[in-house]
């Protein structure tokens, strides 16, 4: 992908993001998206199929930015990748909050089990868990976070990556 595809999927899905934070997703239309991005209808069809696509793509790109954390820094144990994956959340806040207040509960609940499985068969293949575990446990971590963003991140990381490995990852 060139540079200019890139600079205009990065204008597009940080102007909805923003959008996002000041009227409800119905209310957004590609027409605002695009005049506030700055780009044409063309170049954001070029991109995108329509707004669905955009989020998928800007929430896809958030987790990705763990991934890439866990991998740079080479953490191989699952305490430390949990920490990573809730200080993520800790520190840009506005957007768990943003995407939850937006309606992507369900969206964000599946992008992360996807992101849990590929976590597990690459740094932890020794867990032999089936899709049906995994699902499970990802719905568990992901009802703490929620729980966490809605109460302020009051409890601290310690006692919540404490609690998930005692309670849902096998």
């Not at 329509?50 to 866990?70: E, G, L, P, R």
């Not at 993520?88 to 937006?102: D, V």
């Amino acid at each position: 992908m060139n540079m200019k595809s890139i600079r205009t999927q990065q204008q597009i899905e940080k102007t909805l993001f923003s959008l996002l934070q000041k009227k409800p997703y119905a209310e957004i239309s590609i027409a605002e998206i695009t005049r506030k991005a700055n780009v044409s209808r063309t170049s954001f069809y070029r991109n995108y199929e329509n707004k669905d696509s955009v989020m998928k793509k800007f929430s896809a790109n958030q987790y990705q930015k763990f991934t890439d954390d866990i991998t740079e820094h080479k953490l191989k144990s699952l305490s430390e990748q949990l920490v990573v994956y809730l200080t993520f959340f800790k520190k840009n806040p506005e957007i768990m909050k943003t995407l939850l207040e937006a309606g992507f509960e369900g969206g964000l609940l599946n992008l992360q089990t996807r992101y849990l499985k590929k976590l597990l068969k690459v740094y932890h293949p020794d867990f032999h868990l089936t899709d049906y575990a995994i699902a499970y446990q990802s719905g568990g971590i992901y009802m703490l976070l929620v729980w966490w963003v809605k109460q302020g991140y009051r409890t601290s990381l310690a006692e919540l990556v404490d609690y998930i490995e005692k309670h849902i990852m096998l």
